[in-house]
């Protein structure tokens, strides 16, 4: 472990090892026995303390002991025996503690048990700070003590001021101390939320702090301590209040409501055509970090044809504190709308407070999206001809959008509306000169070392400062040229070749960020999609991002508007972001890293996905698949209470064989999927599938049966 060699032990010393083993089984099975059956006499206690001073993580045998104690303070209490007494059992406790933090100074149990011990109230702080002398003598590093120190801090109410030079001290007698880092930027954080005498003013503290740490930085480029608590830095100078960055449909759009797919209007209605056999239409709010808090109370949607109740949002790939980038709800058109009737819809974002990012900053830039939907009549005789045609993919039938053409138009003008807010929000110019500064010291200091976390930090502020800039203040300068950052990640990969596959998805964001970052460059990867033999049907607004080496994906933002992409030939093992592209009808994933159907999970969002072509990956190529327990199975009870098994009786097409396919592809409505070259492909899944979706007609370029 941490690059010590293993030695082969001698034959005495498997034998002592036996023997310890042999006991220590035998003291579990008795303080086991004595925790099942709530005995707390002397001679079991006695016997846990054995235990627990030879095997410090034994977290059972700890909560026997808090058990035991507890019933012998009670039984005091009621004996109404004095404090002495009381006492002496909490010192017992904190020996037994002490002695086995001597014997591994790192046991969480040990550690929680001595501060359940000392919020009784009966035992010195004095001598508590002692012993974590001692401690962090041994290890200055060991974050237990840490923390502990800042809970006997609270209890003897020792100033923050005070805490924080002690820190100060540490790193200055070793720079190279993760912990104590770590607890600097804890206090610091404290002292500045209570505004404390000499942090009110953050810039100036932030300021001090970037020069500390600038010490040890120049110092030792390669001890990542620092490092760390720059990147803690970084990420307060660039702390700022969530904004909507994009939505759909964009402000000011004038979009066409298609039922059936066909081109009746086009000729008169230059404008983008989006089809929906069921009259709803998705609006998303996509935002600059995750948030929580978007309801009919903080968003109001004002339009008069909608024919829905109140608008209820949904997080798109929200996490497990339920913060998502992406938000959606649904307009709902009535039948009876008149042909071509033109439906205003205004939406008001913070409307009232309420939403909040997971940093805790509070989105308080109301902003305004205004945009027309020109709704047909219910006339659905052509309504299935959209559905019927089969996707080719052939280059063929994909035409660039060439500057002057009305279909370049149309996709300028969903990229360049911008949302209009009431109160622009700006960057303070103390964060663009800090980052401008520590950029330049960055590049100083890797003028004379090749330190690959100085490259990482490097790359990182030249993000944020285009970040910065992005956020409403262009006249802190233009972005960073991307092609730096990306030359960065490159020398990353060849310097640090186990870590790749972090700096391989970093570098997939910034080079979607390229892409996207301005209609120019965006507008050479868009092209129509339209079937040779269906000139009748609207074309997709396709993009295409195939063969980019792309491991991740980010800047969705910008693609809202996407009907068909193509994302073959790259290196995704995950498809993450997918979510917010509501509108996206045909997918094409082929030749991809995607080793489990449980790493397809974002397409279950997608509703309007009808073809999908996910050949030629890793599906079941690999024995232990770790994604696939990300999910619940039929073996559990938290799923699986609306499936039908009766559709799955036969012997070749058994649902517990299939469950994670079941998972992913029983609410898409395919009419198309592409699953060849996959391991996990036979006929029986072919079969499963076939019987899964009755809405599948093509699989893997045959008809299902």
Excluded at 129 to 153: E, P, T, V
Excluded at 413 to 441: Q, R, Y
Aim: hydrophobic share 35%.
């Amino acid at each position: 472990m941490h690059g010590r060699p293993r030695i082969a032990p001698t034959k005495e010393e498997q034998e002592a090892s036996s023997l310890r083993a042999a006991k220590l089984r035998d003291l579990q099975s008795q303080v086991l026995n004595f925790h099942h059956n709530k005995i707390y006499t002397k001679e079991a206690v006695e016997i846990s303390a054995k235990l627990l001073e030879s095997n410090p993580e034994h977290y059972t045998g700890w909560n026997y002991r808090k058990l035991a104690v507890q019933y012998l303070l009670d039984q005091q209490s009621e004996n109404g025996v004095d404090s002495n007494s009381i006492q002496s059992i909490l010192d017992e406790e904190l020996r037994i503690v002490e002695n086995a933090l001597k014997k591994n100074f790192k046991s969480y149990g040990a550690w929680h048990h001595r501060k359940w011990v000392l919020s009784k109230g009966h035992s010195s702080t004095d001598r508590e700070l002692r012993l974590l002398g001692k401690f962090q003598k041994l290890d200055a590093r060991n974050f237990h003590a840490w923390n502990y120190r800042r809970f006997i801090a609270g209890l003897r109410k020792i100033p923050d001021e005070e805490e924080l030079q002690y820190t100060t001290d540490m790193i200055y007698d070793n720079f190279s101390n993760y912990s104590a880092w770590h607890n600097r930027s804890v206090i610091l954080s404290i002292l500045l939320g209570k505004r404390e005498k000499g942090y009110h003013d953050k810039e100036r503290v932030f300021g001090e702090e970037y020069e500390f740490v600038r010490n040890a930085l120049f110092t030792d480029p390669d001890d990542q301590s620092g490092w760390f608590y720059h990147l803690w830095l970084l990420d307060q100078t660039l702390k700022r209040e969530p904004v909507l960055l994009s939505s759909w449909p964009p402000h000011g759009s004038n979009l066409c409501l298609s039922v059936d797919g066909s081109l009746n209007d086009r000729q008169t209605l230059p404008v983008p055509h989006f089809q929906s056999k069921a009259r709803t239409f998705p609006l998303i709010l996509y935002f600059s970090e995750g948030v929580e808090g978007v309801s009919s109370s903080t968003v109001t949607v004002e339009s008069k044809c909608h024919a829905g109740d109140d608008f209820t949002w949904m997080p798109l790939s929200a996490n497990k504190f339920g913060f998502s980038q992406a938000w959606l709800t649904y307009l709902k058109f009535p039948n009876e709308v008149h042909s071509l009737e033109a439906c205003p819809v205004k939406v008001t974002v913070a409307h009232a407070a309420g939403i909040t990012s997971s940093s805790g900053m509070p989105c308080s830039q109301s902003c305004h999206i205004s945009f027309t939907v020109i709704v047909p009549s219910d006339d659905r005789q052509h309504s299935e001809l959209q559905t019927t045609h089969r996707i080719s993919w052939k280059e063929e039938n994909i035409r660039s959008c060439t500057t002057q053409s009305l279909e370049a138009d149309i996709l300028r003008s969903l990229c360049e509306l911008e949302i209009t807010k009431e109160n622009k929000p700006t960057t303070p110019k103390w964060s663009m000169e800090t980052i401008s500064n520590e950029i330049a010291h960055c590049q100083e200091l890797l003028s004379t070392t090749n330190c690959k976390i100085g490259k990482l930090t490097l790359a990182r502020l030249l993000m944020a400062r285009n970040a910065l800039i992005s956020y409403g203040n262009p006249h802190f300068g233009t972005e960073a040229n991307y092609e730096d950052v990306l030359a960065l990640y490159r020398d990353l990969m060849k310097m640090d070749p186990a870590h790749i596959c972090y700096y391989e998805d970093e570098y997939s964001l910034v080079l979607l960020k390229q892409l996207t970052s301005n209609v120019g460059s965006l507008m050479k990867h868009c092209y129509q999609y339209q079937e040779s033999s269906s000139p009748s049907m609207n074309p997709y607004l396709c993009v295409r991002l195939n063969g980019l080496s792309l491991s991740r994906l980010g800047s969705m933002e910008q693609l809202l508007w996407v009907q068909m992409l193509d994302l073959s030939h790259n290196k995704l093992r995950t498809i993450e972001g997918l979510e917010a592209l509501q509108l996206l009808s045909c997918l094409k994933l082929n030749n991809n890293r995607l080793c489990s159907f449980t790493a397809l999970e974002p397409l279950k969002t997608l509703k309007s996905l009808e073809a999908l072509d996910i050949s030629y990956n890793e599906i079941g190529a690999h024995s232990i698949d770790t994604r696939r327990y990300l999910c619940s199975s039929p073996l559990t009870h938290a799923v699986g209470n609306d499936w039908n098994f009766k559709k799955f009786t036969d012997e070749d097409v058994k649902l517990k064989d299939h469950w994670d396919a079941y998972l992913l592809f029983k609410d898409l409505n395919l009419r198309q999927l592409e699953i060849t070259g996959n391991a996990v492909v036979n006929d029986r899944l072919k079969a499963f599938l076939c019987k899964l979706m009755p809405s599948l007609k093509r699989l893997n370029g045959e008809k299902c049966c």
